[in-house]
């Protein structure tokens, strides 16, 4: 059996984030065909995809339709059936353009013919397989799960970290994966420690989901003496790379290396999932459970949504949005992306959609900064937001680089607990793009 | 609709602390002192802290008003400065003189040096050494309004520094000091009083324990040090509970605005502002060092930031 171990080890600082996990208990259910999906061909950290689809053409769940030959990329592949009726270009949340391929619908879902369940026999093998699933990491960053698996010879791995802390408020899709599908879970943990020649797999969980460390922990399965489900303190952001690598082993990874440096490779338990019913299937990557919620929905859910599907659809399915709706989300509260439009199609890396009220979605305004210090006893990575957010202001480079503006995950403790409701975060941000601008 | 979709960058919602909230807890906290006084030294003690609230608020709100500020009265923090000036004043303080205080801290200490957050010293005691100088008569009358036909007597610090020379002089026990010994300043009469305050900012995470422990833990582990006739024989827990020490460590010194951030920083200065006092008390003129080892302090707090830069998560093991 998958044993069960409690770790009183937890990263310093972070912010009690209200939980508003109101989708718990809402089982995922599937959404239908939309009339229309828009497919970007940029829906990962890395290289933008070509579409190899032109206007007119006749697509089939599954098909390859956006390729790249950069390394660091990952296909895009069609999850409808249907006809192209135009390559369009869209804003992506960067605010880059980006192109996407504009699909009318046949509802018929027909299967392309290259869906197969793949064979493999080797790591290299299986390794360019996860590459043509079109995988990126599920838990929000989006970067390519093949780059990420491709150890380099140095470097030794012996942790394979799932990651099902799921600290954001709202979402639940995570955690309904470890309810719905905690098989595949487990599969998929076997292939990846296959491929990783790891010995150890710990599954971390915050200990407000104790429904999902329960059942992950009665797995019974094969290697199952080499699984730990690891049960987390609640606390934002505990789901953050080099918080849970901490919490969980102890080991910390140093300002700008990767958590393979420190002999661990973290992987979101969704994505875990994946591997395993795309090695059982060869579907790729095409839908993504989806948690629907927020003030201004009418019926908050986990919807199975498939990818490329307009938030509007998204959201009528989900009983549609109250009138006064003044903030899209994607993403969690914390870290997601507000977005600009009802008509921004759903992404691979989609795990939650928010819709907030005029009020909810009203930040106070801006008081002067009081020097309270909690932005500092809130920062994970022990920096001083105070400090940034005054340099950044200023645009005062050199002080940005003393206070190591590029340490900075982002998480927003910091602006959260502002008691003097500063946008900290959000001026660091400025103060990285002021630095990159000043290094090139 | 879909062009009225706000568009900000992340996070999307804040928690429910605020700067006004923050301030409050500070009054309540000073609630217990504020009783203290009142039953040491009268009624008339509501009078002063009253004045000196009236005082400090309206300076703010004139003084932001002239320099077309937005005005920030409802923040608090000028209740707070007007609470912590009375409660340096002596019982029998004229009004007037509290008046001037008020002025004194909120316009020159603090609004000219660009408001909440900006000014470098903290802004009652600021306030109180320039009356000090100004008013040296009656900033040292140590009647009491209460009862105001008696003698005043030494207050326990001049007591302990008289000690030598004078013989009649009364040196209050501990548990007198503890409670309540009614020759000082409005605030420093009972101990008991302050550190219930104390304890309810620690408890609302309003202060953290860095100042107020390291100020007190050094002029103990210095007092017992130096304190007496040989090495090692000083009577230190005098020197805890006499003066000025427990309000300055917990209420005064932990000034966010005039004290380091972080936990470091913090801990330096309340190792500072310990070492300042003792030196204050044990070998210069005056009987009490509290204040001006905080405004001391108050003035290396940018230093301390700048040298107290932490190391980023993981950075201490960057190059191993």
Known sequence: MISLRVTKRTFKGGAAVSHEKRTADCETIKMGVPEKVIIPMLQHIGAPCKPLVKKGDYVKVGQLIGQSDK?????????????????????????????????????????????????????????????????????????????????????????????????????????????????????????????????????????????????????????????????????????????????????????????????????????????????????????????????????????????????????????????????????????????????????????????????????????????????????????????????????????????????????????????????????????????????? | MENSLILSSSPHITGGNTTKRIMIDVVIALIPAIISGVYFYGLRILAVVITSVISCVLCEYISQKIMKRNITISDFSAVVTGVLLALNMPPAIPLWIVVIGGFLAIVLIKQLFGGIGQNFMNPALGARAILMISWAQHMTNWTNPANPDAISGATPLEALKKGAEVVEVIRPDYLELFLGYPVGSIGEASILALLIGGIYLLYRKVISPAIPVSFIGTVAILTFIFGGDRLFTGDFLYHILAGGLVLGAFFMATDYSTSPVTTKGRIIMGIGCGIITTIIRLYSNYPEGVSFAILLMNLLTPMIDRFTVPVSFGGETKNA
């Open chain 1, 71 to 440: 390394y660091v990329s990952a296909p895009i592949h069609s999850s409808v059936s249907g006809t192209v009726t135009n390559i369009i270009s869209l804003v992506s949340s960067s605010g880059t353009y980006m192109e996407a391929v504009e699909i009318k619908t046949d509802g018929k879902q027909e299967v392309h013919e290259s869906v197969k369940p793949p064979e493999y026999s080797s790591d290299a093998e299986l390794l360019e397989l996860i590459k043509q699933s079109g995988l990126v990491g599920l838990g929000g960053a989006g970067f390519p799960t093949h780059v990420k698996l491709s150890v380099p010879k140095d470097k030794k791995i012996d942790i394979l970290i799932v990651n099902g802390a799921e600290c954001e408020p709202y979402i639940t899709s995570d955690y309904r994966e470890i309810l719905e599908n905690s098989w595949n879970i487990v599969s998929g943990i076997n292939i990846l420690m296959d491929l990783l020649k790891v010995e150890k797999v710990l599954i971390g969980i915050e200990d407000n989901k104790p429904e999902a460390i329960k059942i992950l922990s009665s797995i019974e399965a094969t290697n199952d003496d080499k699984i730990d489900v690891v049960k987390l303190k609640t606390r934002y952001p505990q789901g953050a790379e080099k918080m849970l690598i901490y919490s969980m082993t102890g080991r910390k990874v140093p300002p700008g290396k990767l958590p393979m440096d420190v002999g661990v490779i973290v992987m979101n338990v969704s994505s875990v999932a994946f591997i395993a019913e795309y090695v059982k299937t060869g579907m790729p990557l095409i839908k993504k459970r989806v948690t629907v919620d927020g003030p201004a929905v009418n019926k908050p859910a986990n919807v199975e949504v498939l990818i490329g599907t307009p938030l509007v659809d998204v959201f009528n399915f989900c009983g549609g949005l109250k009138d006064n709706v003044s903030k899209i989300i994607m993403g969690g509260p914390m870290m997601g992306v507000a977005q600009s439009s009802l008509n921004d199609p759903v992404l691979k890396n989609t795990n939650a959609l928010l819709a907030f009220d005029a009020e909810s979605a009203k930040l106070p305004p801006e008081s002067a900064c009081i020097r309270c210090g909690k932005c500092a006893e809130a920062c994970p990575m022990n920096l001083l937001p105070l400090f940034l957010n005054q340099n950044a202001l200023r645009e005062n480079i050199e002080g940005l680089k003393k206070f190591h503006v590029m340490d900075c995950i982002e998480c927003g403790s910091c602006s959260y607990v502002c008691p003097a409701k500063r946008r900290l975060v959000q001026s660091i941000r400025l103060g990285k793009a002021l630095l990159r601008k000043s290094n090139s």
